[in-house]
Every structure is written in structure tokens, then in C-alpha cells.
DNA sequence: ATTCTGACGTGGG
DNA sequence: CCCCACGCCAGAA
């Protein structure tokens, strides 16, 4: 059905755990999923994730803070507007104090 | 079936 | 910090 149960699923609940203004890397998702070098994989989720609206894809940026993704989203400036709606400065599509709102769930949980 | 790509990460230089 | 090469696995052509 809709729902792929495994690592799909995973990375949508980990999405999801992400705290208001926070951010965390596709790698850390991936390590936490027991996935360390399937990252890729992890954003490939979030694309299939792309018809939920649950799942916070804009806080979740590469392991430099970089708004890779925000190709993918609508229009060019959506994917920071988010983020520096929840209070995160990014600019030129990098997430400014990435070390502070960085999220890892590995460490937080 | 094969081949390439891709919202990434790590290691070496 | 940058650049280059490899690995990873799912999906599209």
C-alpha cells in the first residue's frame, strides 16, 4: 500500500521528531536508522515523502547545512523561508549557527 | 536484465 | 576549508 513499512517509515518518524527550529543531516537520520552509509537513501525517503505533510523535509539539510533540497520544493526561496521562519538565519542557502540548531538523534534521544 | 542518476557521507590528498 | 573518488540502495529509462 501507500506506507512502505522499514526504512521509509523510519525516516519519516525520525523527520518528525525534529524539535521547532532545529535542523539535522540526511547522515545522522541514516546512522540512526542503522543506515550510516545510505544517506542517499534518506533524502530519496524524503521525496517519497513529499506528498505528506508531516514530514518537515526543510529541516533536514545535508551534513554541511546546506540547503540542498531546497531544489525540490516549490518555487527557489520556500525551503528557507521555512527555516528562517522557525528562527533559523540561513543565508545563501546555508544554515548560519548549523553546530547550534544542528539536531542529532543519536545524541538528543 | 542492465545502466544511470540521485535531497549524501566519508576518506585521502 | 576545497577537490577527487568510492560506496550506498532505490527507482526510472
Known sequence: MDRSDGFFK????TA???????????????????????ARMVGWAMNASHNLNDVPAHRVVNRKGLL??????????????LLENEGIQVIDHQVID???VFWDPNKEL
Open 68 to 81: 540542498t533540497g531546497k531544489h525540490h520544493f516549490e518555487g527557489t526561496d520556500l525551503m528557507q523561508q
Open 10 to 13: 523510519k525516516v519519516y518518524e
Open 16 to 38: 518528525r521528531l525534529i524539535p521547532y527550529g532545529r535542523v539535522t543531516s540526511y547522515g545522522a537520520i541514516a546512522r540512526f536508522l542503522g543506515a550510516p552509509g545510505s
Open 98 to 100: 548549523f553546530d547550534k
